[in-house]
Each structure stands twice: as C-alpha cells, then as structure tokens.
C-alpha cells in the first residue's frame, strides 16, 4: 500500500558485478544492474565459466544517517499471565523480520553459516560448532538449521537469564539498522536473485566488509568506460567523466597530472537533484595520476522533472 510504503524503498540500489582471476586484488569489472523497473535493478548478459563477485552499492544520495529524536523508547518484553517474561507482539514482529534477512538462502531456516553473519554483525564474535549443537539442544530447530520460533526463543532467553535486562538486545536490534523505536531506519534489506539459460549458478555471501576499493574502482572504471569524457578548462591532463542514466548521474575526475588538484563543484543552479555530498558547492582533493569519484546525483522527486547543472572550477 502506497500509505504504508517502507523508506527502504526509496533508496536507491545497484549490484556490481566483478570476475575473480587468479588474485582476489585483480577483479575485472563486467558490469552493474543498470535495468530498473520499480525498485527493482538488473542486468542481462553473457558470462563466461568462473567465479563472480557481486558486490551491493549505493549513491548515499537518498540513504543517509537518521537524525530524528526518539522520544518514546519501544517495549521490548512483557509479562505473560503467568508472570513469566516474554516477548511484546512489536519486538516479535522485528525479529520475524530480522529472522529473513538473516535468512539469506530464504529457505526458511537458519543455518549456523547465516547464524555466524548474524553474530559477526551484532556481537564480533561466531559461533562454534560446540555452542551451535547446544543451541540446538536448546531451541527449536530442523534439518540442523533454526527455526523462526527458535529465533524468537533464543532472544527471549537472552533477557531472561539477564533479569530483564534489555542491553544485549538493544544492541543486537542497533547493529542490525533499527532505532529505540524499534523502526528500521540505519539499514536497507534487499534480496538478490540469479538466472541462467545453460547451468545451475550457486551463490554464497562471503564476507561482511564493505566493497572498498574494489567497488570505489569499478564505480569510476565505469563511468570512465560508459561516460561522457571532457578536459577542464582547457587541460588534457584533468578530465570530467559523466554517466548518465535515467535516475543516476555520477562523475569522476581523473587526474593524469603529477601533483594533487584540488577541484571546485558548485551545483547550485541544477533544479530538484539531491547529491551524497549534501551539499550544493563544495570542494575535493584528487591524488596525482588517480581517479575518484566526485559526485552522484539523483532527481528528489523522481515523479517531477529535474535539471542537472554543474560547473566545475580548479582551485589548485
């Protein structure tokens, strides 16, 4: 329902796709979901036998760090009939949505490989096959992989054998994106499906770190293949690589100089855009013989017609 429509929807997502070679440190760039229908991103092409990263990205255009004041924390526990603890009907819901995040393979079930994603995330500490046999002891489970309901159940121990104290899962619910509210607001869940006409492609998560320079480069390396290249001011050595699509402008500035160039943005008179920086003017530093990415640009109301416009100055 368009009334109900979760924030989440509104950021905006692309998946880069990167070929393994012999080292992790040579990934070649293929390409990115550059279809979209919706909130829906994709893309559609011939890959040759081997291994392939896909790496998840966003602009930070539209996703950005929440400063609102909560002023009412959410419940977390009650007391059932019995006077026994137990989970509130809101935090049961939040962790029924936690539950299918962490499910990644969405098979319904946890496994002690997407337990350990989960525990990384909120704790910095995996679980052990030793621990894992007692949790199952312990709480529901099926085919070696925890149920929905044993989730629920692990988390409600968690406060009990604490007296009620709620700080462990406060913890857990700030590490996975949510507020004091139980709103989640510092996270964008998304799923990830594959299709191939000729094989069975499998698919696994491996590692929780960011894409870092891995993504940086293949973020300008395509702008750099698929953009509009232009000298600035008259300087073949400094040049302005735009890409354009239909709901992302992105630019980079590749300095093929010796020494550092500091670069003035002023985008001021562009009409209903929204950029990362968050700022309308503001000025970077590009290393000697680098690329970076200086700005990405978003319309602010996708429904209404927006104008891009940005002038460009050397400073140094």
């Not at 040759?48 to 419940?75: D, L, Q």
């Amino acid at each position: 329902m368009e009334a109900k429509r979760s924030p989440c929807l509104a950021v905006d997502m692309a998946l880069y796709i990167l070929k393994e070679n012999e080292t992790e440190e040579k990934l070649k760039v293929v390409n990115f979901t550059d279809l979209r229908n919706k909130e829906t991103s994709g893309w559609r092409g011939e890959l040759g036998a081997g291994v392939y990263w896909v790496v998840p990205f966003t602009t930070g255009c539209r996703f950005k760090k929440m400063k609102k004041n909560i002023s009412e924390e959410a419940k977390l526990i009650c007391e059932d009939g019995e006077g026994c603890l137990a989970l509130t009907e809101e935090f049961r819901a939040t962790l029924s949505e936690i539950f299918e995040m962490i499910d990644l393979d969405g098979n319904g079930f946890v496994s002690l490989e997407e337990y350990n994603f989960f525990e990384m995330r909120t704790s910095g500490e995996a679980c052990d096959e030793e621990a894992w046999v007692i949790c199952k002891q312990n709480f529901d489970t099926k085919n070696n992989e925890l149920t929905k309901q044993g989730f629920m159940d692990l988390n409600l121990m968690e406060a009990s054998e604490r007296g009620g104290d709620l700080t462990d899962l406060w913890i857990m619910l700030m590490s996975m994106g949510y507020n004091k509210a139980m709103e989640l607001t510092e996270a964008c869940p998304f799923s990830i499906h594959i299709y191939a006409e000729k094989c069975k492609p499998k698919i696994k998560p491996l590692c929780l770190e960011t894409g870092g320079g891995q993504l940086n480069k293949a973020v300008c390396l395509n702008v750099v293949n698929n953009g509009d290249a232009k000298p600035m001011d008259n300087s073949e050595n400094i040049i302005i690589h735009t890409h354009k699509s239909d709901t992302r402008i992105t630019s980079v500035i590749e300095n093929k100089t010796e020494g550092k160039t500091i670069i003035h943005l002023n985008n001021e008179k562009s009409k209903n855009c929204v950029n990362n920086r968050g700022l309308d003017a503001f000025a970077i530093e590009v290393a000697p013989k680098s690329m970076m990415v200086c700005q990405h640009v978003m319309p602010l109301n996708e429904q209404e017609e927006w104008i891009y416009n940005c002038v460009y100055s050397i400073l140094a």
